[in-house]
């Protein structure tokens, strides 16, 4: 399924169960929908599935970490209740430009006028002291691959109507 003017004008965010944790979830999305529209939220009790088929490149690096990537996916996003957001912008590259809202993906190095610097309250370095992977609140597509990627994975095929942009002069 592909939305008419392509992917590069819609984004995934899913807000990480540290967002939920923290009751951030409406802020964060605020603060993405002053930028681009709003078209769906939803609530998601996360699965195996969704979270290896979402992170499948991490996995594949597995040996990269210091600890075992999916025992952590699991112990960290499985069970828990997450929000996913679609978006909708009116350019191309509307992925990349939601990115980089969210500032270095190292909430202690991210720029005090992101939503991870702004927001934030973990960092790299405590998460590699404590074998695990960084809270750092949201993920966000990184460009139209991703956004059809991440939209299968939370939304699928019964979401496909969403993906029709507005018409000039509607109410977002």
């Not at 993405?32 to 979270?51: F, K, Q, Y």
């Not at 190292?106 to 702004?118: E, N, T, V, Y």
């Not at 998460?127 to 990184?142: C, K, V």
């Amino acid at each position: 399924m592909a939305p008419a003017g392509g992917w590069g004008r819609w984004t995934v965010a899913t807000c990480k169960p540290d967002a939920t944790r923290r009751g951030l979830v409406g802020p964060i999305l605020e603060w993405i929908g002053a930028e681009v529209r709003l078209v769906e939220r939803r609530s998601v009790v996360v699965t195996e599935r969704h979270i290896f088929t979402h992170y499948a490149d991490m996995i594949a690096l597995d040996d990269r970490f210091p600890f075992d990537v999916r025992a952590e996916l699991r112990r960290n996003w499985v069970g828990q209740t997450v929000t996913v957001a679609l978006f909708h912008g009116q350019a191309e590259g509307t992925p990349e430009h939601v990115r980089g809202l969210l500032g270095h993906y190292d909430p202690a190095r991210a720029a005090p006028d992101s939503i991870r610097g702004h927001f934030g309250a973990d960092s790299i370095a405590q998460a590699r002291a404590e074998g695990r992977f960084i809270d750092n609140l949201i993920h966000t597509s990184d460009d139209a691959e991703g956004s059809e990627r991440e939209f299968n994975v939370w939304f699928g095929p019964a979401f496909a109507h969403l993906l029709t942009p507005p018409t000039r002069g509607a109410v977002p």
